[in-house]
């Protein structure tokens, strides 16, 4: 899109260019100003921000000289152009006037008035465009060709506005003549006119035709990629900082083509508005041809050939070019007069049909009368037995004693008679009989029973008389069934959503061709988010049970009735609590394992270790981390208690110590008490200074507080003198005793004591270094 | 109560509406109403004259006189070619803005009886550098100490966060306001509210629906009367179909239907504008707030916060029945509208009590420990026993209760909504925007990386510092925007490919400031991010001295 010509923008003159800087510096204000009163304008908002955002650049152009008389030159050029634009509409208005065979002064005249330009201008036009009309011939030709044939009535049509024969325009066309070739149309809503205004003034800033070309797809892209692409204009637009008019309009326009593109029905509302929009230029050359208030009748056909270029039929274009006239009150000439024939009505009288009964003549009786005296007697007693199986021992009695004979045949044809007779009695029997079961079973709505018993009697009797009969009863029940268990449906809406969508699954199990399969299949579909809302809080129960198997089980709840996006979901959710119901197994086999090893922590510490490593990814990983932590902790009171037992056992024969309670021992020369561990073994690492005192302070020995550092003198005591503490020499203890702190006071030597077979010795240490801990108390 | 604290206000500068909160001695925060006793107060100024006039007045008086006022004005924010003119002045969006954020607060000092210094004022999270500069200075102007500036859903989350005792939760904030639309992530705990990420866009709220029936009402002017006239080209016209259309809005969330009057040129026409309508003609709209839902969605997902416990919903706009139903269809959850009007305003002040009372905690620990109140803002440790006793002082002093005291010590941390970045050449040697730090980083965040100079004994490294949108290391230049630039002069004589440090670091407020460091010779320059798009120097003091001496009724 070429970019807005500042001299034009700012309203400047430009034939001779403005120069003046004080003007344009003025100008360049009141524009600014009025642009930023429209900043908030419902349809000029955007725009006014695109021209606020040109700003800077318009000042840089306008005050360098070089640049500002390109920019002159540029608008005289663009004017030009503009003109040009205009003449094309001159052009079509023409066009109307000549299909007549000639134009008139006063028509030349209103045409100059009506695009305020010369009437000389007007005539030249006239002479450029006889040369051009086989130029835009073949364009309306073309236009018609690309569906790949044209019908006869379109050649006619053209060759006429032409003032061609038809022989002569065939030559231009190159694609088959079809006689008939009005396709049928769908009639649809088009879209709301405001919405298709804003669309159309976001487009104009964008700088694109159709929301098609915005998103940079041809007009017959599917539905789902057009959906796609929609999303993926609008993802991309986000991501634009800059937000200047263009990404603004932008925006609009992606949102935009979410909603039109929505759905197939949304779709074609825009696309039936856009062909709409495009009679805008239709109805004002029926404004030019209406200039005196009534339309030519040559003036109607190149109207409405007009509209056959916008894509229009015939009929449609003849109607739609009426009915504009109509509300602008122009009489189209012609018209008036021809009275449309009214299509006669012809009753066709129904002839009668006679129908002839041929009654069939009597038998000729000739020389077998014995034959003919033993049949009629039969005959007559057979009549005269009401026991039909009795009848048929007669009949076959006849046939057994008597030779073949002209009778013969009729009585095998009273045997089928009777027999079938037979059968149907029986039929009739087993269905009243049957009807009085039904009766009772419809009563108390056993529907299933009923249709269970009918199918039974057509299988008993797949011959029957009655079949249809029965079929359609079958039918009926069928239906009566239907509608009962739909009935049942409804008193649902309270259930549970489970329930519900179970029953109305079964429903559509048991009617598969059931009169309420659509509204059923829409009752299920509208539950889709109730029963997922519904499933996924059970889902989370069973997820936070760690019931991955009940999971599993509502996930495949969801996806044998949908498969909707809700149901990708859960598919997805489904593949994961597999996972885990996987690694949950493989994890308990784990933990199994690990036990095994009993009270080797280690081992079963690297079974987990190794089991991690070899899958990092297992959803049991916080699980085995925990049982890891456990088994630390195990093997930390293992080492304690070892060190205890060792201790008490180291202790059991001194009469200076005792423990007086678990963990504490009693020093009796001192009075002092003391723990029984040291820091070291308990802690299995050394502390610096800080930490030693906090540890001393925090210490809690089966409820016992109030632990202190030991001074120098009370560690070697304990440790040296008369039988000392067992200890394990080469470990340095914090006492109690400091020497004065740097000034900086960020550090101090502290005294350490280091037990040994010839006394302890003392010396000093930085407070940072390491040492562990022997915690006395009172 | 024994001494006072200082009090902080609480200033919610909306599109459309703004208000103005304060905490009160029982500790909850509460809304001032204005001088008409009304709680919001349109963001509307009418020059009327030598008289400024703020409020429903001024957007009553824009059917009349279209020229004198201006609305929505914090759309504007941070353009720096944007000018109201009246009376041969000029007036940057800042300057307009101050006019609304001076009556609502004044209006409130006649209220309390108290004069009002200091503040915290919201803006939308999606707000950039530039619109967030714009807002403080509009604070400045008004003559207020803007003590922070703070993100709108923030705000809501933490005024929700005060109300709703919920467990630990994350909460959605889908926050459609007048002119703005912000979805903001926020996990809240008792102890911490923290932005989990952010997204919105700020041209898309409420106006946007209103827009939409104006061109409704335009079109069916057309349809009825026949006419082709472009009915808006008329000021008079427009105005007052935006206040039709917005009157005719909250109806229809209401009811069905509504008639509205078009009257323009002697002619008038009624239209009977449906819900139906309204929905169909906005749709897109509604659209965009949940694609933009989703893009935020999945950036938290890339943060590890698969779901979502609650969605609360803030903002004038969410009062449209369509929000919620189409949030409930799209996400399945029954979402909260939770005080849409006042929970930002509110929210902003608790922030500001919080704040004051930071203030006084802070000056009696110093007074304690003998130490400058500087020493021991830098030390903070709420935790230490000199807090402890200084809490239960204050609770004592003030007659707020100490778990009051200590509760304000929630923490907050908030993201930027925004990334920013250098342009340097990439591997392809083409310029490029490098992102040194990414959106939704939670801030304050410092952050710095190497790059190299191009050429042998290069004078001059230009720094240009650049806005983005995206969570990508690199993004091209033309997709960001040039926030400020920074020249670094680098001694001579130096080889190719020297490496230079740049470094970035965010304040909790969004405000960025830049070192770049030439690493031979340790050449350090502070660069503080003069924004272009603000009101600055002569500009800024005129606006001042103007703000000083006007009088907004």
């Not at chain 1, 059923?520 to 889709?528: A, C, P, R, Y």
Request: one cysteine or more; charged letters at 30%.
């Amino acid at each position: 899109m070429d970019r807005e010509n500042y001299y034009i923008l700012l309203e400047l003159d430009i034939d001779p260019p403005e120069k003046d800087p004080a003007r344009i510096d003025a100008a360049i204000k009141r524009m600014q100003a009025n642009w930023s009163r429209l900043r908030n304008h419902p349809t000029k908002g955007i725009q006014a921000k695109n021209y606020i955002g040109l700003i800077p650049e318009i000042r840089k152009v306008m005050s360098d000289p070089e640049l500002r008389d390109a920019e002159a030159i540029a608008a005289i050029q663009k004017t030009r152009e503009k003109q040009g634009e205009i003449f094309a509409e001159i052009d079509r208005h023409l066009t109307l006037h000549l299909s007549k065979g000639y134009i008139s002064n006063q028509e030349i005249a209103k045409l100059a008035e009506l695009h305020h330009i010369d009437e000389e201008d007007i005539r030249a036009r006239i002479k450029l465009m006889e040369e051009e009309k086989l130029v835009e011939l073949d364009s309306q030709l073309g236009l018609r060709m690309a569906k790949g044939y044209m019908t006869q009535e379109e050649v006619s049509k053209l060759a006429k506005a032409h003032g061609m024969t038809d022989k002569d325009l065939k030559k231009r066309i190159n694609v088959p003549i079809r006689k008939v070739g009005s396709t049928e149309k769908t009639k649809g809503k088009s879209l709301d006119k405001s919405l298709e205004k804003v669309i159309n003034d976001n487009l104009r800033i964008v700088g694109f035709s159709s929301l098609y070309e915005f998103l940079g797809v041809p007009e017959t892209t599917s539905i789902e990629l057009l959906q796609k692409t929609a999303r993926k204009k609008e993802s991309q637009v986000l991501k634009i900082a800059k937000k200047d008019a263009m990404v603004t309009a932008s925006g609009i326009l992606a949102g935009q083509c979410s909603a039109v593109f929505r759905d197939q029905e949304s779709r074609a509302s825009y696309d039936i508005s856009r062909g709409r929009s495009r009679l805008k230029d239709l109805e004002a050359d029926i404004d030019v041809a209406g200039i005196d208030g009534k339309i030519r009748s040559q003036y109607f056909e190149i109207l409405v050939k007009t509209a056959q270029d916008l894509g229009m039929d015939q009929d449609e274009a003849k109607s739609f070019i009426k009915n504009y006239c109509g509300k602008q009150k122009y009489t189209i000439e012609g018209m008036e007069r021809k009275k449309l024939s009214k299509n006669q009505i012809i009753a066709v009288a129904a002839s009668l049909l006679l129908l002839c009964l041929l009654v069939g003549g009597g038998l000729v009786a000739l020389n077998a009368m014995q034959a003919k005296g033993a049949f009629q007697d039969v005959a007559s007693r057979a009549l005269a037995q009401p026991d039909l199986e009795k009848r048929l021992v007669i009949y076959r009695d006849y046939l057994s004693y008597q030779d073949p004979n002209k009778y013969t045949e009729q009585v095998n044809e009273l045997i089928a008679q009777t027999q079938d007779l037979i059968a149907r009695n029986k039929e009739k029997a087993a269905l009243d009989a049957l009807d009085k079961q039904v009766g009772e079973l419809l009563a108390s709505n056993q529907f299933g029973a009923v249709l269970a018993l009918w199918n039974q009697h057509l299988k008993d009797y797949p011959k029957g008389s009655q079949t249809a009969q029965v079929k359609s009863k079958i039918k009926e029940t069928e239906e009566a069934y239907d509608t009962f268990q739909f009935k049942a449906l409804e008193t649902l809406h309270s259930a549970d959503t489970d329930v519900r969508i179970a029953a109305y699954v079964n429903y559509l199990a048991s009617h598969p061709k059931g009169k309420h399969k659509e509204e059923v299949t829409k009752l299920i579909w509208n539950l889709g988010e109730e029963y997922f809302v519904f499933l996924q809080r059970r889902i989370d129960l069973a997820a936070r049970q760690e019931n991955w198997g009940q999971a599993i089980q509502y996930c495949e709840a969801y996806t044998r009735v949908f498969d909707n996006n809700r149901a990708k979901q859960l598919s997805r959710e489904k593949e994961t609590f597999q996972k885990r119901l996987k690694d949950q197994s493989s994890y308990e086999d784990l933990v199994a394992r690990a036990t095994r090893h009993g009270t080797d922590y280690d081992a079963a510490m690297q079974e987990y270790n190794e089991y991690l490593s070899l899958y990092p990814q297992t959803t049991a990983r916080d699980k085995i981390l925990e049982q890891i932590k456990g088994l630390q902790v195990l093997k930390y009171q293992a080492r304690i208690n070892r060190a205890e037992t060792d201790m008490r056992s180291r202790l059991s024969t001194s009469k200076r110590f005792m423990e007086k309670s678990p963990g504490i021992v009693l020093d009796r020369k001192t009075g002092l008490t003391w723990t029984l561990l040291h820091s070291q073994v308990t802690l299995g690492d050394c502390m610096d200074y800080d930490f030693a005192k906090d540890y001393v302070e925090n210490l809690s020995i089966e409820g016992a507080q109030g632990w202190r550092l030991p001074s120098a003198k009370e560690l070697d005591d304990f440790y040296k003198t008369d039988a000392g503490y067992p200890v394990d020499s080469g470990l340095v203890f914090w006492t109690n005793k400091s020497f004065p702190r740097y000034a900086d006071g960020a550090m101090s030597e502290r005294v350490v004591v280091v037990p040994g077979e010839s006394g302890a010795q003392e010396f000093q240490m930085d407070s940072r270094k390491c040492a562990a801990v022997h915690a006395v108390k009172k | 109560m024994g001494t006072q604290m200082k009090r902080i206000y609480g200033i919610d500068l909306g599109t459309t509406y703004s208000s103005i909160a304060y905490v009160d001695e029982f500790g909850k925060a509460v809304v001032i109403p204005n001088s008409e006793n009304e709680r919001v107060t349109p963001s509307v100024v009418f020059f009327d004259g030598d008289n400024v006039v703020v409020g429903g007045v001024a957007k009553e008086s824009a059917r009349l006189y279209p020229n004198e006022v201006v609305s929505f004005i914090k759309r504007s924010m941070g353009e720096p070619n944007f000018l109201f003119e009246y009376g041969g002045k000029n007036y940057r969006p800042e300057e307009i803005s101050a006019y609304v954020l001076k009556k609502v607060a004044q209006d409130a000092e006649e209220k309390l009886g108290e004069k009002i210094t200091d503040v915290v004022i919201t803006c939308p999270a999606y707000f950039g550098i530039n619109e967030r500069e714009a807002t403080k200075i509009a604070g400045e102007i008004a003559g207020f100490n803007v003590r922070q500036i703070i993100n709108e859903p923030t705000a809501a989350a933490i005024a929700y966060g005060s109300i709703e005792q919920t467990e630990n939760g994350v909460v959605l904030v889908y926050d459609l306001g007048g002119g703005t639309f912000d979805i903001t992530m926020i996990d809240i705990r008792p102890d911490a509210i923290q932005v989990i990420c952010t997204g919105g866009d700020h041209n898309l709220g409420g106006k946007d629906w209103d827009d939409r029936i104006v061109n409704t009402l335009v079109q069916e002017f057309q349809t009825q009367t026949g006419s082709k006239e472009d009915i808006l080209e008329d000021p008079d016209t427009w105005q007052d179909l935006q206040l039709s259309a917005e009157k005719s809005k909250k109806i229809l969330s209401q009811r069905e239907k509504t008639p509205i009057a078009v009257t323009h040129g002697g002619e008038r026409v009624k239209v009977e504008l449906q819900r139906e309508k309204f929905f169909e003609v906005t749709r897109d709209l509604l659209e965009r707030t949940i694609s933009l839902t989703h893009g935020i969605l999945e950036e938290a997902r890339k943060k590890g916060y698969n779901r979502f416990d609650e969605i609360i919903l803030v903002g004038g706009s969410t009062r449209m029945p369509q929000v919620e139903k189409r949030i409930r269809e799209e996400f399945g959850i029954e979402p909260k509208i939770f005080d849409p009007d006042e929970a930002v305003a509110k929210g902003a002040a608790i922030y500001g009590w919080k704040l004051s009372i930071n203030d006084d905690l802070i000056k009696r620990v110093a007074q304690k420990t003998q130490k400058t109140v500087e020493e021991i803002t830098k030390t903070i440790d709420t935790s230490s026993q000199h807090f402890k006793d200084a809490a239960r002082e204050m609770a004592d002093d003030t007659g707020v209760t100490q778990t009051a005291v200590e509760s304000s010590l929630i923490k907050i941390r908030d993201v930027t909504s925004k990334s920013f970045g250098v342009v340097v050449n990439n591997a392809e040697n083409e310029e490029a925007v490098f992102n040194v730090i990414l959106r939704n980083t939670a801030v304050p965040v410092n952050a710095k990386d190497t790059f190299f100079t191009a050429v042998a004994n290069q004078q001059k490294v230009l720094i240009r510092i650049m806005e983005s949108e995206t969570s990508e290391e690199w993004v091209p230049v033309e997709t960001a925007v040039e926030i400020g630039t920074a020249v670094l002069n680098l001694p001579n004589g130096l080889p190719a490919e020297t490496s230079v440090e740049i470094s970035f670091s965010l304040n909790r407020e969004g405000r960025l400031q830049i070192t770049a460091k030439e690493t031979t010779e340790s050449k350090e320059v502070q660069v503080l991010i003069e924004t272009t798009s603000v009101i600055r120097g002569k500009d800024l003091d005129e606006a001042k001295a103007r703000s000083r001496g006007a009088v907004v009724q």
